[in-house]
């Protein structure tokens, strides 16, 4: 599941990321046996946590088992085994990939996922679930390309937005007008705070896997700042790349396909 930034989409996000894997086999395989959903949402109009609830009720419609209207024919009302593109099948993993603002949006998702799993009396879930929808997301992979766990400066912006004092300001007001997620995303912002305790406090208690995040910054990064949380690994740091591009494959930068995959086949061998 890929959950896009700021100001983004699910499209050129992502760019490459849909032909790469149809069109890589050599050192890229694992895609192959994987379903990619690219998910667009209104990110600058809501708030980081109305985003996360959007996301978890898109995630309904396909976990475990995928809505068959989404494996169907377009104009198909009621599927036959002749309309089905392919059937859907069980889903046994789930990996979340997130950039920028998606990845904190992924992080509430988590943390809103555990707290109504406690508000339900929390049924038996072991590790191993896999099989039921708040399973595969607290079991889940956790992937994030420059996230702003701890606020994004935006000094990262083209010159003619951000350094001349006047248009910068002119976009501040903008953003501060009709952008409830722009304040949240400000430098160690009280929800931004809140978020990173409830992830400690979870993992403490349960060790549910997606509350420690992969964690991917472009070496010169100048729209986030890098400091990661105490219960994920360090970071990995790209060269050569930007706040944009470093979550995007392409001819000659295959890095997100690679680090999404090794991850995955050091998490299911030593399982």
């Known amino acids: ?20 894997v149809d069109e890589l086999s050599e050192g890229v ?9 690219f998910w667009t949402y209104p990110s600058a109009e809501q708030t980081v946590n109305q985003s996360a609830f959007q ?4 995630l309904v419609q396909i976990l475990p088992v995928p809505s068959t209207q989404l494996f169907a024919l377009a ?5 036959t085994d002749q309309e089905y593109l392919r059937q859907p099948a069980e889903y046994r993993h789930l990996v979340l990939v997130g950039h920028s603002q998606g990845g904190v949006v992924i992080r509430q998702l988590v943390v809103d996922t555990i707290k109504q799993w406690e508000f339900d009396g929390t049924p038996a879930l072991s590790q191993q679930d896999q099989s039921t929808f708040t399973g595969l997301i607290v079991n889940g992979e956790v992937h994030l390309f420059s996230p702003p766990l701890h606020g994004a400066t935006f000094s990262g912006l083209p010159a003619i937005i951000y350094e001349i004092p006047v248009t910068r300001w002119l976009f ?16 160690e912002s009280a929800p931004l705070k809140a978020l990173e305790e409830a992830t400690s406090r979870f993992y403490s208690l349960y060790k549910f896997p997606a509350l420690s995040a992969r964690i991917y910054y472009a070496e010169n990064d100048q729209v986030v700042s890098d400091v990661v949380y105490g219960v994920d690994p360090p970071a990995t740091y790209i060269p050569q790349q930007t706040h944009a591009s470093v979550c995007k494959p392409r001819p000659g930068y295959f890095r997100p396909l690679e680090l999404i995959q090794h991850a995955t086949s050091r998490r299911l061998s030593a399982a």
């Open 75 to 79: 104009g198909a009302p009621v599927p």
């Open 1 to 20: 599941m890929f959950v896009h930034g700021f100001l983004g989409n699910g499209i050129d996000t992502w760019q490459h990321f849909p032909a790469l």
């Open 29 to 37: 395989a694992w895609w192959a046996n994987a379903d990619l959903y």
């Open 172 to 187: 501040e007001v903008m953003l501060k007008a009709y952008s409830p997620s722009y304040g949240q995303l400000k430098s």
């Open 55 to 58: 996301l978890r009720e898109f």
